[in-house]
């Protein structure tokens, strides 16, 4: 099963910018979609920016404008640039890989937390 393992969190002001990574153990190549999700305390976990092979960009609407997802294929990484943090950015975000077989497990990271605090 596929390691992904997430960094760039932090604690940032609103308003500022993060970006967040996630490095896969294989090549991204191997997974139809890779994308980022959060989930904020009390809350369910849900959907941020997700990128499929071939395709575009998916984005929530919550984060349109602010968030832009990216993949580099050389480093096995997906990016996600943060920017004009809201409080309620404030999750731990986690990376995702769908593989192309739906049977397959999906891969999760471990988390990184995000606060948009002042």
């Known amino acids: 099963q596929v390691q992904l393992v997430e960094s760039g969190g932090g604690l940032v002001q609103p308003g500022g910018s993060l970006r967040l990574s996630c490095r896969a153990s294989g090549s991204i190549f191997s997974f139809y979609s890779l994308g980022w999700y959060r989930q904020a305390p009390g809350k369910q976990r849900e959907l941020v920016a997700t990128?499929?092979?071939?395709?575009?960009?998916n984005y929530a609407d919550s984060v349109k404008g602010r968030f832009t997802i990216s993949t580099d294929k050389a480093k096995n990484t997906v990016s996600l640039q943060i920017n004009s943090l809201k409080p309620e950015d404030t999750a731990v975000y986690y990376c995702?890989?769908?593989?192309?077989?739906?049977?397959?497990?999906?891969?999760w990271g471990q988390g990184t937390q995000v606060t948009v605090s002042s």
């Open positions: 995702n890989a769908q593989p192309w077989n739906p049977s397959d497990p999906a891969g």
């Open positions: 990128v499929t092979s071939g395709g575009g960009p």
